[in-house]
């Protein structure tokens, strides 16, 4: 049986103030085309599908589009959880008419997927709380997939039973995986969990995380859940919500964050992004296999020492998104400014790094607070050229107009 692996869409995430629209179209036809190359029986897809609650008509449009396209008319199921980004009861909405397409979406720790049998041979076997088995129209033996969508603490409980301790949800997690996998989950078939939570291994370091992602996923004080929770019979366990590829461990049973299709933030800059092919029989240990994607733009952190310098890199560097850092003895005028964003449609963020200090305070004798904003320093900066004399009303008013023009430009 083979089975494609992805997470972490964050449909309809921009980067500041660019759209990600056109990539994450790109990139998931390169998934679609993956699947069909590998000839992939299944699609996962790990959760964050979405990068809000309330995802734009565009990102849920591209959503639909692509895994009606996954499923190969029905040939291929597609089955999608919830992660910390998604809206559970909006990610469950369709599914009356999704798994009419092949299509399976589990938003709650609870959900129960409805039995339902298609011409193309797919149907659901059994299907319990947080449990689905499934017939393939290309495979004698059934599939068997643990599903744990990412739930808040409050649902954790109501869903698993009350518990005061990361020690205790552990415990909570890892019995009810352990029912389920004994009661249903024998040799006879393909065996694997589907879930978005952090996961390490007990003597471990905790992975990676994305920086904006760090205070959402602890639930219940838990900072993760360990890898010896996993049942022996499973042999796959498919990670959601890390962004960087990573495998947390390969035995007795490969657990891994397929990580994002595309880089979402400069803490993921010069990351390469994949996703995971997974051949599995019963009984056998699961092969996995990275395939790397390539239609998303790499985020790139550069910096320089002179202006002339970054403008050579960014000319031959267009399709990159950059966070571009100039380190100077002044100030980086307007016109600077201006001529690295003409140069360069993908500069997100630059940053002024001042070498010396003491050499630009001049004669206001103050230093540099980089974290003030760009009128607090330009009044910073007109001060220490003027003897202590702030800008008038005008002054600054020309300085704002300037800014406004550049930001259209």
Request: include cysteine; glycine fraction near 6%.
């Amino acid at each position: 049986m083979k089975i494609l692996h992805t997470s972490d869409w964050h449909l309809g995430k921009r980067l500041e103030g660019f759209s990600r629209l056109t990539e994450q179209e790109a990139v998931l036809q390169e998934i679609c085309d993956i699947a069909d190359r590998e000839k992939a029986e299944v699609v996962i897809i790990a959760g964050d599908l979405f990068d809000t609650f309330n995802p734009s008509t565009e990102a849920v449009e591209l959503f639909y589009h692509f895994t009606k396209k996954l499923t190969n008319n029905g040939a291929r199921p597609v089955i999608a959880i919830a992660g910390n980004h998604d809206s559970p009861e909006r990610i469950e909405a369709p599914h009356p008419l999704a798994r009419e397409c092949g299509i399976l979406f589990s938003g709650f720790p609870h959900t129960v997927i409805p039995s339902f049998e298609l011409s193309s041979g797919l149907k659901v076997l059994k299907s319990l709380p947080g449990f689905v088995e499934l017939q393939l129209p290309q495979s004698q033996y059934p599939l068997r997939l643990i599903l744990t969508p990412y739930a808040n603490e409050i649902r954790l409980k109501s869903y698993l039973g009350d518990f005061d301790a990361e020690t205790e949800l552990r415990s909570v997690l890892k019995d009810h995986w352990t029912e389920l996998a004994t009661n249903h989950c024998d040799a006879q078939g393909v065996n694997m969990m589907i879930t978005h939570l952090l996961f390490m291994n007990v003597d471990g370091e905790q992975p990676e995380e994305p920086e904006e992602e760090r205070s959402i996923l602890h639930i219940g004080g838990a900072q993760a859940i360990f890898t010896e929770s996993i049942p022996k019979q499973v042999q796959y366990v498919a990670l959601g919500h890390l962004h960087r590829k990573q495998t947390i461990t390969t035995a007795p049973t490969p657990v891994i964050y397929s990580g994002s299709p595309i880089a979402y933030s400069f803490g993921e800059a010069d990351q390469d992004k994949y996703v995971m092919m997974i051949d599995v029989e019963p009984g056998q240990a699961a092969l996995t296999t990275p395939i790397l994607l390539h239609a998303g733009k790499r985020l790139i952190r550069k910096r320089f020492d002179a202006t002339d310098l970054a403008v050579e890199w960014l000319t031959e560097n267009q399709n990159v998104f950059v966070e571009l850092t100039i380190v100077s003895d002044t100030y980086l005028s307007v016109t600077e400014r201006k001529q690295l964003l003409d140069i360069h449609e993908g500069i997100v963020t630059i940053i002024p790094e001042m070498r010396n200090l003491k050499g630009v305070a001049g004669k206001a004798g103050k230093s540099i607070d980089l974290t003030k904003n760009i009128e607090e320093l330009f009044i910073d900066f007109y001060q220490s050229k003027k003897g202590g004399q702030a800008p008038n009303e005008r002054i600054l008013q020309v300085f704002k107009e300037t800014l406004s023009e550049e930001g259209e430009a």
